[in-house]
């Protein structure tokens, strides 16, 4: 499968890792891939400058927003979340038309201060936005809930814990939970949540999110909703 | 111990029950309590008429707001989120000054239609609010992201599950987690967040909690973070 990652942060990085060591051809798209490759420094994240991780992944190639996603057959959004609108413009409507658009990415807002709020929030969600913006697009709000080492590696937090997953077209979700199968997600441990406009509540797991990372120390945690198997 | 559990909705009940159970004064405060004892039909939720509870829980007496408030050591609203303001301001500052104030409610707001959102939400929180409006009260914020059922049963829910506290007073969360224990919370399944603004994370879980109770279609489920262990 040809996929586009939109997005060079630690999701992005992460995300193109791990389909590029499933076999998968992987692209990143960035709105310069030039300016990003020439970047020495740090990000703002304090991640290592992106050439440095590119030099060692060589299987995962760099291209403009557009053309990475006009040559994938699905497109995963890791860019901010307040980048990702302008970010999906750019790839191109025509180029997300008729394919599935996962969506990884939360709409914090660091324009208030620590911890970021979400914007949007309560009444409509960054998923939905997008869906909105890319009506032919078929959005699956996925894998915004963990940290992304535990996105591409569920087994680093010991014992059962749940992915969620939001979206208006049923087999495009059931094509997005058999990616997370393959990321090592157990099948009964995706929650199918409901249409597009349920991103609202996975998203508002940011804020208890930000605030668990503080009290616990680490990162390595999820959400597991007891009592859910009651459904089996 | 003497408490005032304000509100007579299921979550007033099942909470004053709980507590008169355990052995403790209870008292059910209620703007009017001559009309809710008045009432034949069954609430806007479809609960049985308070009377009919209140024939069968003789232990647990009934009376207006403030004097419920005022012969009670501690206080537990349990009123719906958008009346919460008003009872408490109707309870007394006075009455709540120096006591622990263990806030459940959320602030669904079902003015938008359903599924409800939160107002206040994201920058702000119920328990903020009632913290701002009765600075000499030690608001604990607590049992606001599970049925009520589970909230007095947590066994209703096999395996661990987790209960949040969020307060700026130490002592009345330590206190507040052992009556949660009390009520057979094991002590490690209660995470402190941390001050009274991490109530706006407990608070954002209702949205993914009600769509977690459609696709699940029932209630005896709740939020377990995997990997807080760690911090042990």
């Known amino acids: 499968m040809r996929y586009a990652v939109l997005g060079t942060g630690t999701v992005g990085r992460t995300i193109a890792g791990k389909l590029a060591a499933l076999g998968h051809d992987v692209v990143i798209g960035t709105r310069d891939p030039q300016a990003t490759m020439a970047r020495t420094e740090p990000d703002a994240m304090g991640n290592p400058p992106f050439a440095q991780w590119a030099q060692h992944h060589p299987e995962v190639s760099v291209a403009p927003l557009a053309d990475a996603a006009a040559g994938a057959e699905t497109v995963v959004n890791a860019t901010s979340g307040a980048a990702a609108l302008e970010a999906l413009a750019q790839a191109g409507a025509a180029h997300l038309a008729g394919k599935i658009l996962v969506d990884v990415a939360n709409p914090l807002d660091f324009s208030r201060g620590m911890p970021p709020s979400l914007d949007p929030v309560n009444t409509d969600s960054l998923g939905e936005q997008i869906q909105r913006a890319h009506p032919e ?96």
């Open 137 to 232: 697009a078929k959005v699956v709000k996925a894998l915004n809930t963990m940290n992304s080492a535990v996105m591409v590696d569920p087994a680093r937090v010991a014992g059962e814990h749940h992915v969620f997953v939001s979206g208006n077209d049923e087999d495009a979700k059931k094509t997005v939970t058999a990616l997370l199968v393959s990321f090592g997600w157990p099948a009964q441990s995706v929650i199918d949540l409901g249409d597009i406009t349920t991103a609202r509540g996975t998203e508002m797991l940011l804020p208890i999110w930000l605030r668990l990372m503080g009290a616990l120390g680490h990162t390595d945690f999820n959400f597991h909703i007891q009592g859910a198997r009651a459904q089996d």
